[in-house]
C-alpha cells in the first residue's frame, strides 16, 4: 500500500492565488492549481446569482458541479459594489502570488483591480486574465463563452454536420 501524504512535494505548494473566476474555464484552472498544491481562495459574490453549473446550479448535478471545480479551495464572499469589499480584496492581493480571472474586459478595471493597479498594492503578481476576446480591440468588453469561442472561431464547423 503506498503512504499518502497531504501535499508535499507538489509544485505550487506555498503559492497563494485570489480566484475571481466563474462558469467553467476559470473554475477549472484554478482547480488544477489547487490540485497542483496552491492555496486558492475563491472570491464569491452574495449579490450575484450563481451561474456555476447554468440553470441547475441550484440542483443536486449543478451542485455537485459548483463542488467539483472549487474542490481543495477556500472561499470568501465579497460584496466588491462597495468600498469596503474592494478594500478588503485589496488586502487579499497583497497577500496573494497570483490573481485569476475570467470577465469580460470591463470588470476587473470597474472594480480597480485591473493588473496596473493590482501590480501597485504587490510589484509581483502574477495576474492569469482569461476574458473570451482579450483585453484589447473591438470585443473586449463582450461576454463569452466556450461555445460562443468555439463557432465565433469556425471550430465547430470543423466537427462537421450530420448529413455529411
Do not use: C
Not at 441550484?58 to 462597495?82: C, D, E, F, P, V
Not at 492581493?93 to 469580460?104: G, I, K, L, R
Amino acid at each position: 500500500m503506498v503512504e499518502q501524504t497531504a501535499n508535499t512535494g507538489l509544485a505550487l505548494r506555498g503559492i497563494r492565488v485570489l480566484d475571481f473566476t466563474w462558469i467553467h474555464a476559470g473554475p477549472s484552472a484554478t482547480r488544477i492549481l489547487s490540485d497542483q498544491g496552491a492555496q486558492v481562495i475563491k472570491v464569491e459574490s452574495n449579490q450575484a446569482l450563481s451561474v456555476v453549473g447554468g440553470p441547475a446550479s441550484n440542483t443536486a448535478r449543478g451542485l455537485g458541479q459548483r463542488h467539483n471545480w472549487n474542490a481543495g479551495k477556500s472561499s470568501i464572499s465579497i460584496n466588491m459594489k462597495t468600498d469596503a469589499g474592494k478594500d478588503l480584496a485589496r488586502r487579499l492581493v497583497s497577500v496573494s502570488d497570483v490573481v485569476a480571472e475570467n470577465f469580460s474586459g470591463r470588470v476587473m478595471p470597474g472594480w480597480g483591480m485591473d493588473y496596473e493597479s493590482i501590480r501597485k498594492i504587490r510589484p509581483d503578481i502574477i495576474m492569469l486574465s482569461m476574458s473570451g476576446f482579450g483585453r484589447t480591440g473591438p470585443w473586449k468588453d463582450k461576454v463569452s463563452y466556450g461555445q460562443t469561442l468555439q463557432a465565433w472561431s469556425g471550430f465547430t464547423d470543423l466537427t462537421g454536420f450530420p448529413d455529411s
